[in-house]
């Protein structure tokens, strides 16, 4: 059984023959989750931080159940194995950062500017707008290399989402007269991605923030290039 919950939203519509108000009331009906659906959502959730920060295989039954507060049995009730819990997992994260990063370039009033928000974002790794354990896709993708093939994949369509994200931006602001005719859209986007999880990379295994500091300083210089002037 499908629930909906119904909301009204009162709207003024003014009419010019007389210049009087009519209030309206639209009706807005929205799917409710089913309970599996909310408990699917919750494992999901409280979860994603530990598979961020510990990897798959550092992720034991018990850190989902102890998270959680639910038994084996209702997580394997909810997905098929561990693997697909990460799944999940790997796209919840995925998912925040991504929004986090749309929701600044819709913003941003130059192509310059949205691309800037890259580095913007990914500069604060380590705060708690990020999500927890830092870039899923950089986790995931050390993680998963020689052992996750199913992590793997998700990782690299992840960064090949990325790359075509860039060079969408590149490509408009070249459209828009804001950029060289000659960037390279495919070389800037690359160098852009490498420089960010490599900085990252750096960062945290040698406990220096100030590194990654100076590597967005050549991705702000790297875009900066991109300008006609």
């Not at 994949?153 to 950029?179: P, T, Y």
Request: with cysteine.
């Amino acid at each position: 059984m499908i629930f909906y919950s119904i909301t009204y939203i009162k709207t003024t519509y003014i009419q010019n023959f007389n210049n009087s108000n009519t209030n309206r009331y639209i009706c807005i009906m929205e799917k409710e989750l089913s309970k599996a659906e909310r408990t699917r959502k919750f494992i999901v959730e409280t979860t994603a931080p530990i598979f961020n920060k510990k990897g798959y295989a550092g992720t034991s039954l018990s850190d989902l159940t102890d998270a959680t507060g639910l038994t084996k049995g209702s997580i394997y009730g909810n997905f098929a194995n561990k693997e697909e819990v990460a799944a999940a997992a790997f796209d919840h994260n995925s998912a925040i950062l991504r929004k986090q990063i749309q929701d600044r370039i819709q913003k941003a009033g130059t192509y310059h500017d949205k691309l800037l928000v890259y580095a913007q974002v990914y500069h604060s790794f380590t705060r708690a707008t990020f999500p927890a354990g830092g870039c899923p896709i950089l986790n995931t993708a050390v993680d998963a290399d020689d052992t996750n093939p199913m992590l793997k994949d998700k990782a690299a369509q992840a960064v090949l989402r990325w790359q075509k994200s860039i060079e969408n931006l590149v490509r408009a602001g070249i459209d828009a007269g804001e950029f060289k005719p000659d960037a390279d859209l495919s070389g800037t986007a690359l160098s852009m991605i490498a420089l960010i999880e490599g900085g990252i990379m750096i960062a945290k295994v040698t406990n220096t923030p100030a590194s990654l500091d100076k590597v967005l300083q050549t991705v702000t210089a790297l875009i900066t290039s991109l300008k006609t002037a």
